[in-house]
């Protein structure tokens, strides 16, 4: 190799070894924290007293199957919507004075944490409880309100209301209170969701708790 070669073969070797160093430590640095749902379960069934946090199973009862109709049942859901709905009570998306200040008190890996126990947890099975609204709750979750341009809520969370994890949450067997009250807060603009705010605002109050018995009934 000509001398006059080597001091620049020098310099470009020791660039590129750092420029390697360096991208080996970014990607490590930022690999995701694994969830750890013993964790969650734990911070679920037994809160933090040292930093105000209560005991989440208060509210939304053993391994997340609510019994207190005004709660959501979150057994079973998607770890993905958890965790996301737990980040937007900390913002704007959804303000909640009972939800907010605890979600705020959560650490990051806290809520990935729990939201993974929760997914895991098994969802006991709900009933439609009005006969006379049933026709219509079913079709409109299968079918939708053509008229008023309404898709089929199976569109999007599954013939058995199963949902599609990362993008649509787990619905089956919520509670009828609860789900009126979503649909409600969407259609008021209470709580933000463009899809949702957009097909609730079609919607009669009426048609809203008819499709939410049927939710409640679905497995």
Do not use: W
Not at 141 to 170: D, L, M, W
């Amino acid at each position: 190799m000509n001398r006059a070669l080597v001091p620049f073969v020098k310099t470009m070797l020791v660039a590129a070894i750092a420029v390697s160093g360096a991208a080996f430590a970014a990607d490590h640095a930022a690999a995701p924290t694994k969830a750890d749902p013993a964790k969650g379960g734990n911070l679920y069934a037994n809160g933090d007293a040292a930093r105000n946090i209560p005991a989440c199973v208060s509210c939304h009862g053993d391994a997340g199957n609510s019994t207190i109709v005004d709660n959501p049942r979150l057994a079973g859901q998607h770890a993905s919507y958890l965790y996301k709905q737990l980040v937007g009570f900390t913002t704007a998306d959804r303000n909640n004075p009972v939800m907010t200040p605890f979600a705020k008190a959560l650490t990051d890996d806290e809520k990935k944490d729990i939201a993974a126990y929760l997914a895991s947890t098994t969802p006991k099975q709900g009933t439609a409880k009005n006969k006379d609204t049933l026709d219509l709750g079913k079709k409109i979750y299968r079918g939708g309100i053509f008229e008023k341009g309404v898709p089929a809520c199976a569109s999007c969370h599954g013939p058995t209301g199963a949902g599609i994890p990362v993008q649509y949450p787990r619905i089956a067997s919520q509670h009828l209170n609860y789900t009126v009250a979503a649909l409600t807060n969407f259609k008021s603009g209470a709580r933000k969701n463009p899809q949702m705010q957009t097909i609730a605002k079609k919607m009669s109050d009426e048609e809203m708790k008819a499709v939410a018995d049927y939710i409640a009934g679905l497995k």
